[in-house]
């Protein structure tokens, strides 16, 4: 069974572009969620999708970061403009139901310059 | 605000020897408690979990922890260490019953382990 996928892996782009970062979860996973680690910091919570509706966004950054998961499906995660504060780690993770293990992808690491 | 703390950054230890790596949270009652490690290239994994019972509790890879309560402490520990152990540790909590949700971080703790 395939787990958590992110893609890309890697991404760098200049300060002022747009990025959209991709995470397919775990097939019948209904719960999707984003975090994100900044300069090695703690990794923050940014929202929570049941299916395709946002359950929890009271982590996103501001309003140059959004969200989105049609169909229930895989999430896409899009910074426009990205500033150079954007930089970091973004995780995805998918679980069954709320009261189940979430599984996180490998992340993908942006950076802005 | 809750809030979890790891005090090391960085830990080295040899191969073999045991290693205790330490998390604090800050929370009025008692949440539930998560270790996770990441791996060069891998996403985060969950290592342990604690939601109530025993307070140690096993986890995978020969790990386990101890969740003191006097302590806010929920310590990761394990006798001896491998090379394939070299990884990023974070300790987590989720701040009330409702699952797996908004998971609180710590910084992390970065292991190396010297052959």
């Known amino acids: 069974e395939a787990g958590v996928t992110q893609f890309p892996s890697h991404s760098v782009i200049e300060k002022g572009q747009t990025v959209t970062l991709r995470c397919d979860p775990i097939s019948g996973h209904d719960n999707l969620y984003w975090y994100r680690r900044v300069m090695g910091k703690e990794i923050k919570f940014l929202l929570h999708f049941v299916k395709e509706s946002k359950q929890d966004e009271s982590g996103m950054p501001n309003n140059r970061f959004l969200a989105e998961r049609t169909g229930g499906t895989y999430s896409t995660l899009k910074v426009q403009p990205a500033e150079l504060e954007d930089s970091g780690v973004y995780f995805c993770?998918?679980?069954?139901?709320?009261?189940?293990?979430?599984?996180f992808g490998q992340g993908t690491r942006l950076t802005v310059v | 605000a809750q809030s979890v703390t790891q005090p090391d950054i960085h830990i080295t230890v040899s191969e073999g020897a045991s290693l205790e790596l330490r998390c604090n949270y800050s929370y009025g009652a008692t949440p539930y408690l998560f270790w996770y490690v990441q791996s060069p290239g891998q996403g985060l994994q969950l290592l342990l979990k604690?939601?109530?019972?025993?307070?140690l509790v096993q986890g995978i890879k020969g790990f386990e922890a101890e969740f003191k309560r006097s302590q806010s402490s929920f310590n990761l520990r394990k006798p001896s260490v491998h090379w394939s152990d070299a990884a990023e540790y974070f300790c987590a909590v989720v701040p009330f019953s409702g699952g797996y949700n908004k998971l609180i971080f710590g910084a992390g703790t970065r292991l190396a382990v010297h052959p």
């Open positions: 993770a998918s679980s069954q139901d709320r009261s189940t293990e979430a599984f």
């Open positions: 604690y939601f109530s019972g025993d307070t």
